[in-house]
């Protein structure tokens, strides 16, 4: 019986830490695919409908055409995105996306 107890406690507390979980944040990490036929050179996200653009994810560098990249959101606590790029011609997008349910996204 007492090992019936044991287990019965252990199961319990595996319970709780899983009851928890969604109350954490979580990071989001997704797949950006530049099919453009122009580099990005600036990337931002942030929370569907939140006020200021988070800082320039590429932080410098540039996805060149035809190419992708992993992309990591610390601590996101969100599935809906804003994201921005801004491509070496000037020109800028804007879209939604849902990053967990589609962990790709696909600049055409």
């Not at 989001?28 to 006020?51: C, K, P, W």
């Not at 800082?55 to 804003?82: H, R, W, Y």
């Not at 994201?83 to 000037?90: E, H, I, N, S």
């Amino acid at each position: 019986m007492e090992r019936q107890t044991g287990m019965r406690k252990t199961l319990m507390a595996a319970v709780a830490v899983l009851a928890a979980a969604p109350a954490l944040a979580q990071d989001i990490q997704f797949t950006i695919v530049n099919q453009s036929g122009v580099d990005i050179t600036e990337l931002y996200a942030r929370a569907a409908g939140a006020g200021d653009w988070e800082e320039n994810i590429l932080a410098g560098a540039t996805l060149p055409s035809g190419n992708d990249g992993t992309v990591t959101i610390a601590g996101a606590g969100a599935c809906e995105f804003d994201l921005r790029m801004v491509f070496a011609d000037g020109d800028q997008l804007e879209d939604r996306a849902n990053l967990c349910e589609n962990p790709s996204y696909t600049i055409n």
